[in-house]
Structure formats: C-alpha cells, structure tokens
C-alpha cells in the first residue's frame, strides 16, 4: 500500500468554524508533511513531523494547530481562518526526515474559507 | 523571492518525440534535486532525483541534467507519451546543511498530444 489518504476531498468553512483535515498513510513512514499550495503556486511547507514529534513549524501562523496522534495518522486543526487561508492542503509521507525523493503525496484537501 | 524557477508555464510536445522541461536555481547551497509529476486532483508523485555530486542520472524514459555552474537542471522525457501529459514540479533542497525543506518551482504543464 504506497497510498496517502487525505480527507475531507473538499472543505467550504467559515472564518469562525472549527474544522479539521486529516491525512493517512499505512507504510510505515515516520516522517509526515503538511503543504499548502495556492492556485498557481508550488507547494510550500507548513509542518514536518518526525517519529510523531513536531520537527519543523514554518513559522505558521497559530490558527494552523497540526497533530499527530500516531505514526500512521496526520491532522491539521483549523479555527478562525481567513478568506486567503483558501488553498490546496497536500499531506504527504517518506521514510525518514528529509527530501530524499521517497515523499509520497497525498491528493490534497481542497479548502474554502468564506 | 523564487529560489527554484521553471519558466516556461507550458510545453507541447507530439508522441514519441523528446520533451525537455527546464529548471533554475539560485541558491548555491542546494545539493538535491528532485523531479515531481502532478495529474489534477492527484498529488505530486516523485519521478527521479539528483545529487549534486552527479550531473546526469537516468531511470528508463526519465533522464535529468545537473550543470552546476549554470545553476541548472532538466528533465528529458524520451519518447514522450500521452500518459506524460502532467504538471511537472522541480525541487531543490540543500540536505548538506541538515534538513532542508524542499522549494518547489512553479511547474511546467506538459501536454504530449498524439
């Protein structure tokens, strides 16, 4: 199984909602991403976590609150986001820390903020 | 300030002939590079790599360039197939210097028309 999982597919939420999007992966990875990609853009880095420890915040702003409750298992809470908050979420998994060529992306979350 | 350019928006290439997509860098410290195809709705698939010990590296079709000097690299896809028509990201990190987050470039879109 070399899948990563995202869901929701899609999200429209408010700038008062609370939501949260999570991400799967069942290879045994120990290192997982979080991007954002906005229309045109290439994706930039949010978050990496390492053996379920945060190892890098890109300096993201607080309404971002991600979560890692196991080795398998990626979420990103929202709360009180902004209209250009909207973007392409990608989660995406590899081996170990670092850009070895062996992420493997997830098909993203497509938000909306409103 | 894009570290990582690919200028060309698009590329049209007919079947069986070469495609040549193009990247540039600016940063002196990157040392890794990496080649990442997007069909819509899918997320970014890892296609090939170099290190910047290297100037050519090969995987069947794919073949990627490195000129250091030039702060340049490129993806040559021989032949080209219709199942080639993506969204072709390049990255670069600098994994010399501890981990480094990947920066993508903007993306090619390729269309290999039969």
């Known amino acids: 199984d070399t899948e990563v999982t995202q869901t929701p597919k899609h999200l429209v939420m408010g700038m008062t909602n609370k939501k949260s999007l999570k991400c799967e992966q069942h290879m045994g990875h120990r290192a997982m991403y979080w991007y954002k990609q906005k229309a045109k853009k290439p994706p930039e880095l949010m978050f990496v976590y390492s053996y379920e420890k945060l190892s890098i915040n890109e300096s993201v702003p607080s309404r971002f609150s991600p979560e890692c409750p196991n080795s398998s298992l990626l979420n990103l809470h929202l709360h009180a986001l902004q209209p250009e908050d909207s973007a392409l979420y990608l989660c995406?998994?590899?081996?170990?820390?670092?850009?070895?060529?062996?992420?493997?992306f997830g098909p993203g979350t497509r938000l909306t903020v409103t | 300030d894009q570290q990582v350019k690919q200028n060309s928006p698009s590329l049209s290439v007919q079947e069986g002939r070469i495609s040549i997509l193009n990247c540039d860098y600016t940063?002196?410290?990157?040392?890794?590079f990496l080649w990442y195809k997007k069909y819509p709705a899918e997320g970014p698939t890892f296609l090939i790599s170099?290190?910047?010990?290297?100037d050519k590296n090969e995987d069947g079709r794919f073949t990627v360039f490195l000129n250091k000097s030039a702060k340049h690299l490129s993806l040559h896809i021989v032949p080209s197939q219709p199942g080639d028509s993506a969204v072709y990201f390049c990255a670069a990190s600098a994994r010399g210097t501890g981990f480094q987050k990947l920066v993508f470039g903007t993306g090619t879109r390729l269309l290999v028309s039969p």
């Open positions: 995406a998994s590899s081996a170990k820390q670092g850009p070895t060529g062996g992420e493997y």
């Open positions: 170099i290190s910047s010990i290297k």
């Open positions: 940063n002196s410290m990157f040392d890794y």
